[in-house]
Nanobody
Framework: QVQLAESGGGLVQAGGSLRLSCAPS????????MGWFRQAPGKEREFVSA????????KYADSVKGRFTISRDNAQNTVFLQMNNLKPEDTAVYYC??????????????WGQGTQVTVSS
């Protein structure tokens, strides 16, 4: 059974930082591209960032470029999302997702339960 467990969400003031972590189990981590998505209240879920199997390629939504950094540690089966200079519009539930082999902004096979990020102004 595949499970993706996110952690690291919370409440932070605008301009602050948070680091999200996701540790999948039940799959061969090194064979999955990993992504982060978010869903704000009343909005559809949107792509945030993704990283390739070995971490050599990354992709970001325009809204987070230069502020967020995705990384992964295949030895620890963990993917991270470092979020700096957070803005109130970053407030959302953040989801970790796994996609077999190919980095993309859609078509993910497995999803976590989400972690809440709230940015106060």
């Amino acid at each position: 059974q595949v499970q993706l467990a996110e952690s690291g969400g919370g409440l932070v003031q605008a301009g602050g930082s948070l680091r999200l972590s996701c540790a999948p189990s039940g799959l061969t981590f090194s064979r999955y591209a990993m992504g982060w998505f978010r869903q704000a209240p009343g909005k559809e879920r949107e792509f945030v960032s993704a990283i390739s199997l070995n971490g050599g390629v990354t992709k970001y939504a325009d809204s987070v470029k230069g502020r967020f950094t995705i990384s992964r540690d295949n030895a620890q089966n963990t993917v991270f999302l470092q979020m700096n200079n957070l803005k109130p519009e970053d407030t959302a539930v953040y989801y970790c997702a796994a996609r077999f082999l190919v980095l993309a902004d859609s078509g993910y096979n497995y999803w976590g339960q989400g972690t809440q990020v709230t940015v106060s102004s």
